[in-house]
């Protein structure tokens, strides 16, 4: 990403040439970001000791999978379809891990039946399967008592989260797998996303080795993802050389007192996809009040919910005029409801940008994670296209959505 002339380009293209060849609005992932995030948290770790099981809830266009998988990548499903696509995208059963929360049987078996590994985050769920599957291997998911993240709603430990077996709860697991005649071959958890430091991590890590050591079956320890990146300019991005150094400092120990050779497994999903995707929108209206400076884009909370859901913030850019004159201006999308603010910091909602004339191009920055993924059709407006680019040349990665596509499952639709 550059801007060349006042205006912004991504790989060596304008977003002005983007946009008149895929419309308006238009998701763009930029490759050269994707495989450069991934080969820097990986090179940081020592060879044959690291997993890296991509989080695909972040992103799953099978185009970035494919990426992914090249660069050495395994994957992190949370739902029956996401181990198909992922098998369905070239990875192999032994690549992928199923850690889903409150599944039916019917997806445990589906997976089972796929030779995909299974990890089940509560006591009922281990009997579910010891039930079905005696005698088998699977991993459990423990909730460590401890949280982090950005915001309450990504928080996946500590008393108040709804994932994994309580730390205090691990003898009844013991328990269970005895009494079905299972072997636990693997400890998951996860604390939450957001985290910018290798503190919480390494907290957390402590937490889940203590209680690792009670296993006697082990081949992995996965400690999860929610690395965060840094949204705002201001912030530092995290270091992900001291983060491995001192992850494979504190793992080796772990190891040594163990007793013999494990894997250790991560679940990046933000770090590697948010920086390469940008969202890029059309102005479409200016309306002034005695408050506010609205600007109006031809997207909204449908295509980005971040915003509204968490106020979480994104870094916007005047793609077609940077260096105008600056003006505090409120970005608004156009969906019909009061929240639809894509400008929104928590409660703070102005944001002082390069003024917006009606047809500029606007880019969000650091959307590839959890944007076209959480996104809808809410107000029955279609989701945009998906483009890869790379080296000056550009691709159609997922079509704009159709009027057709998005009434094709009513069943009485004429």
Do not use: W
């Not at 889940?208 to 050591?213: S, T």
């Amino acid at each position: 990403m550059e801007i060349t002339d006042n205006t912004l380009y991504l790989a060596d293209i304008s977003v002005e040439r983007l946009m008149q060849e895929y419309g308006s609005p238009l998701y763009v992932y930029e490759e050269s970001v994707l495989r450069s995030q991934f080969r820097q948290l990986s090179s940081g770790f020592p060879q044959g000791l690291l997993e890296i099981h991509y989080s695909m809830k972040a992103n799953s266009n099978p185009s970035l999978l494919k990426i992914l998988l090249e660069e050495g990548s395994s994957i992190d499903a949370v739902s029956e379809f996401e181990v198909r696509l992922a098998l369905e995208s070239g990875f192999e059963p032994q690549q992928i891990i199923f850690t889903g929360n409150n599944n039916t049987l019917a997806e445990i078996e589906f997976c089972v039946e796929q030779n995909v590994a299974v990890n089940l985050g509560s006591l009922a769920l281990l009997e579910i399967y010891g039930q079905r599957y005696p005698q088998t291997t699977v991993s459990v998911r423990v909730n460590p008592g401890i949280g982090a993240g950005h915001h309450s709603h990504c928080i996946t430990g500590g008393p108040d989260s709804k994932f994994g077996i309580y730390h205090d709860q691990i003898e009844n697991a013991f328990a269970l797998a005895k009494k079905y005649k299972l072997t636990l071959n693997g400890v998951h958890s996860h604390i939450g996303t957001g985290i910018y430091s290798a503190e919480p991590m390494l907290e957390a890590m402590e937490m889940i080795l203590d209680v690792a050591e009670k296993f006697p079956d082990l081949e992995f320890v996965d400690f999860g993802g929610g690395f965060g990146i840094p949204y705002r300019p201001e912030q530092l991005a995290l270091d992900m050389n001291d983060l491995s150094q001192k992850m494979t400092g504190r793992f080796r120990k772990f190891i040594q007192k163990y007793g013999h050779d494990l894997r250790m497994k991560i679940e990046p999903g933000r770090l590697l996809i948010a920086p390469a995707g940008v969202l890029l929108a059309t102005v479409t209206n200016i309306t002034d009040t005695p408050k506010y400076s609205f600007v109006g884009i031809d997207s909204g909370f449908n295509h980005l919910v971040r915003p509204t859901m968490y106020g979480a913030y994104h870094q916007i850019l005047n793609a077609s005029r940077n260096s105008a004159a600056e003006k505090d201006v409120v970005v608004v999308g156009n969906i019909c409801e009061s929240g639809d603010i894509l400008s929104r910091s928590g409660d703070e909602i102005q944001r002082r940008l390069p003024s917006p004339v009606i047809g500029d191009r606007l880019a969000f920055l650091d959307v590839g994670a959890y944007g076209f993924s959480m996104s809808s059709q809410y107000n029955f407006r279609p989701r945009p296209a998906e483009v890869l680019v790379h080296e000056g040349r550009s691709r159609l990665i997922r079509r704009a959505e159709t009027f057709e596509d998005l009434t094709q499952c009513f069943v009485d639709f004429n």
